[in-house]
Nanobody, 127 residues
Framework: QVQLVESGGGLVQAGGSLRLSCAAS????????VGWFRQAPGKEREFVAA????????RYADSVKGRFTISRDNAKNTVYLQMSSLKPDDTAVYYC????????????????????WGQGTQVTVSS
């Protein structure tokens, strides 16, 4: 079992930045790939970014490429999502999720590929 807790959300003006954190406890986190997803009101939960357990491989949704950066610190059992040049369309509840991975292969982007989920953190971008 892996417990995930997101933090760092809040209200920010368009063009601003936020850094989300996903703190993990439980099993050896360093063997878990981690993804960030988001869900806006009335919309499906969508993929944002993901990172392999080694940190060597990352993937991003087209809508956030060049603006968001995912990283991890396995010594701290934490994954980060640095968000810059935020837009009102980025407003959503952001969730982190993890899945065990036996190899540091490129992380998956499907929400159903992930086993453990956090409770989410609200990000609101005002225009």
């Amino acid at each position: 079992q892996v417990q995930l807790v997101e933090s760092g959300g809040g209200l920010v003006q368009a063009g601003g930045s936020l850094r989300l954190s996903c703190a993990a406890s439980g099993r050896t986190f360093s063997r878990y790939a981690v993804g960030w997803f988001r869900q806006a009101p009335g919309k499906e939960r969508e993929f944002v970014a993901a990172i392999s357990w080694s940190g060597d491989s990352t993937r991003y949704a087209d809508s956030v490429k060049g603006r968001f950066t995912i990283s991890r610190d396995n010594a701290k059992n934490t994954v980060y999502l640095q968000m810059s040049s935020l837009k009102p369309d980025d407003t959503a509840v952001y969730y982190c999720a993890s899945r065990y991975s036996s190899t540091p292969s490129p992380p998956r982007t499907g929400r159903y590929d992930y086993t453990y989920w956090g409770q989410g953190t609200q990000v609101t971008v005002s225009s």
